[in-house]
């Protein structure tokens, strides 16, 4: 049984950070670990992915040279370090996981993504 447990979130004033973790456990092999951002009334966005298999990371355009995803492969650990943060990364973050990070659809496509957190709330106060 996949279980994917975010926590880190929190409320932050522009221009500080946070880190959220994924732990993971249940996974046996090699897959794309993603978060995903939904704010109110919005559609759930990806926001970061990374390939635990050799570390290759995607992002989203809004948060490149603010966020960062990692993974400690020891502790079965995506983190996403997110700096400079601004009102409009408040949303509910979702961390999620799929064998694949580009074959058979993006890696930004929610639909594609079987097993998902529970969530944790950033909420960036201007």
């Known amino acids: 049984q996949v279980q994917l447990v975010e926590s880190g979130g929190g409320s932050v004033q522009a221009g500080g950070s946070l880190r959220l973790s994924c732990a993971a456990s249940?996974?046996?092999?090699?897959?794309?670990m993603v978060w995903f951002r939904q704010a109110p009334g919005k559609e759930r966005e990806g926001v970061a992915a990374?390939?635990?298999?050799?570390?290759?990371?995607y992002y989203a355009d809004s948060v490149k040279g603010r966020f960062t995803i990692s993974q400690d492969n020891a502790k079965n650990t995506v983190y996403l370090q997110m700096n400079s943060l601004k009102p409009e990364d408040t949303a509910m973050y979702y961390c999620a996981a799929r064998t694949w990070c580009l074959i058979g659809g993006s890696w930004y496509s929610s639909q594609l993504y079987k097993f998902w957190g529970q969530g944790t709330q950033v909420t960036v106060s201007s």
């Open positions: 249940g996974y046996t092999s090699n897959r794309c």
């Open positions: 990374i390939y635990t298999g050799g570390g290759s990371t």
